[in-house]
C-alpha cells in the first residue's frame, strides 16, 4: 500500500483501488472538546481544552481525582472524579495517569 492509494478493504484482497483523499472526503474537522469547570478558591467559572486537564485513576474512589490550573487566579485544583466523570474525561481526550498501590 503507497501513502497515496489504498486497495479494497482492509482483509479482502484485490477490490478497487481508492485514493486516501477519497477515503477522507466525508470526514468532519474535529472540534476541540471543552469541558466546564470552577475555581474553589477564586469561585471563577471557564472552560477547559482537554489538555488543560489531567485525570488520576486509583484504586478506589477515594484516589480517583481530575486536575488543572485555575486560569483566573493560578490555583492549582484538585476535585474528586466519580465513574460518569471519568468516562466523560477519558472520552473527550484528558491525559490519564493510572495510579498503582505499593508494597
Not at 466525508?26 to 472552560?47: I, L
Not at 490550573?69 to 466523560?88: H, M
Amino acid at each position: 500500500m503507497s501513502e497515496s492509494t489504498m486497495t479494497g478493504v482492509p482483509g479482502v484482497s484485490g477490490g478497487p483501488e481508492m485514493t486516501v483523499a477519497a477515503a477522507f472526503a466525508g470526514m468532519k474537522s474535529v472540534v476541540p472538546v471543552m469541558f466546564r469547570a470552577g475555581c474553589p478558591d477564586c469561585r471563577a467559572n471557564f472552560e477547559l481544552a482537554a489538555s488543560a486537564l489531567r485525570l488520576a485513576i486509583g484504586a478506589t474512589s477515594r484516589t480517583t481525582f481530575y486536575s488543572f490550573t485555575c486560569p483566573d487566579c493560578g490555583a492549582s485544583v484538585r476535585k474528586p472524579a466519580g465513574e460518569r466523570i471519568v468516562e466523560l474525561l477519558t472520552g473527550g481526550g484528558v491525559k490519564t495517569l493510572r495510579l498503582t498501590s505499593v508494597g
